[in-house]
């Protein structure tokens, strides 16, 4: 069974601090991953995407994936309340690229504090 | 330009009932999904589809069937609702990431 993790959560920062959010694969196969807000009782968006070993930034996003560890995070620097929302984390689970099927994590809820 | 729509938004239903749901989308997308979410549980994939005609099942298939007669069109059926079918469903479209519909909350009473 192919798993994706990440931490429980909830998480709580203060408004403009860095919001850092974890994830740990299992699939050493896995080829694409990425991260999807989700609003309470909305669908989730896509927010970032990364497909090699590094750093990718994208605003106040930076994605970071390190596949000898399985591990992908999420920074969010100068958080705002407006980014209060669940994150998931999801990889590629057969095939690649960014239409594959998509193994989800349970998703980490983060609350910023004005 | 719609994206994925689904209907309905809600919908309450009593054991041993059936319905569609369904699932349409406009961008020509040949990759579409149909997932489950539960509180605290992240998404959980239901069955896919890489284009007309082509269905597969995902991790959690039992008590669901799909159809794929369109590019356009991807309806999920319910046969025999149970109340473990209680979730907010989620239809999916893809082209170079995913695209999510708004979402079908159903209960089973």
């Known amino acids: 069974q192919k798993e994706v993790e990440q931490n429980s959560g909830p998480l709580s920062v203060p408004e403009g601090a860095i919001a850092s959010l974890n994830c740990t694969y299992s699939?050493?196969?896995?080829?694409?991953f990425f991260w999807y807000r989700q609003y309470s009782g909305k669908s989730p968006e896509l927010i970032m995407s990364i497909y090699s070993n590094g750093d990718k930034e994208d605003g106040r996003f930076t994605a970071q994936l390190n596949k000898a560890s399985q591990y992908v995070s999420l920074l969010i620097r100068d958080s705002q309340p407006s980014d209060s929302a669940t994150y998931l984390c999801?990889?590629?689970?057969?095939?690649?690229?960014?239409?594959?099927?998509?193994?989800f994590g349970k998703g980490i809820t983060l609350s910023v504090r004005p | 330009n719609a994206g994925v729509t689904q209907t309905p938004k809600f919908r309450i239903l009593k054991i041993g009932q059936s319905m569609t749901l369904q699932c349409t989308q406009d961008m020509n997308h040949n990759y579409m999904y149909w997932y489950r979410q539960d509180p605290g549980m992240g998404l959980k994939l239901i069955y896919y589809?890489?284009?007309?005609?082509?269905?597969d099942k995902g991790e959690v298939p039992n008590g669901y069937n799909v159809s794929r007669s369109t590019t356009e069109d991807f309806p999920l059926r319910l046969e025999l609702a149970a109340p473990s079918q209680t979730s907010v469903y989620f239809c999916a479209s893809s082209w170079n990431g995913y695209t999510f519909g708004s979402g079908t909350r159903l209960t089973v009473v």
């Open positions: 699939d050493r196969g896995s080829q694409s």
């Open positions: 589809s890489v284009g007309a005609g082509i269905t």
């Open positions: 999801a990889v590629n689970n057969g095939g690649a690229g960014a239409n594959s099927k998509l193994t």
